[in-house]
């Protein structure tokens, strides 16, 4: 099993929480993932540290799921939604503001885990408009800001190092 450890998670959580998150988001999170954030429900992890294209990422915090939380895992997904591709869902920040997610892109049952750079992410609505592009290309663009990790959230964990 993996090595890794989750400091000062808040209240547990039960399976009822994330089956609501997943009616309001329509998607079915991963078992793994399920079992680990209902323990370690806003976490921080350690080992922190991952590899995305070669480049040192940090794992920051579980999402909340307690609902007056301003990092709870719907209020997340609505502030970035207009500027995350579709398909994908976070499920933990890095210390930059940038997301882990799941992504259903290629599978509705077992997303891989990926990372979401919001660095030079343009508002979908707003790239539409100004640059006369449409919804599938502002798909493709915002695309170019997600970083495969892992098949799985399991696999994603194994990863992290000091």
């Known amino acids: 099993m993996s090595k890794v450890q989750w400091r000062s998670p808040d209240e547990p959580i039960i399976r009822e929480d994330v089956k609501n998150v997943e009616q ?12 680990c954030v209902m323990k370690n429900n806003g976490a921080h992890v350690s080992p922190e540290v991952f590899e995305v294209e070669g480049k040192r990422k940090v794992f920051g915090t579980l999402l909340s799921y307690d609902m007056d939380d301003d990092e709870n895992i719907i209020e997340v997904f609505d502030d970035y939604k207009d500027t995350l591709p579709a398909e994908l869902v976070p499920f933990a920040f890095d210390p930059a503001g940038n997301l882990i997610c799941f992504d259903y892109k290629n599978d509705k049952n077992n997303p891989v885990v990926v990372f979401w750079e919001h660095e030079n992410a343009g ?4 790239l539409m408009q100004e640059e006369g592009l449409t919804e599938e290309q502002v798909e493709e663009r915002a695309r170019e800001n997600v ?11 194994s990863k992290l190092h000091d």
């Not at 990790?149 to 994603?156: N, R």
């Open 24 to 35: 309001e988001l329509n998607i079915n999170f991963p078992l793994d993932y399920i079992e």
């Open 147 to 157: 970083f495969y990790i892992a098949d799985t959230f399991t696999d994603f964990l």
């Open 123 to 126: 508002e979908k609505e707003m």
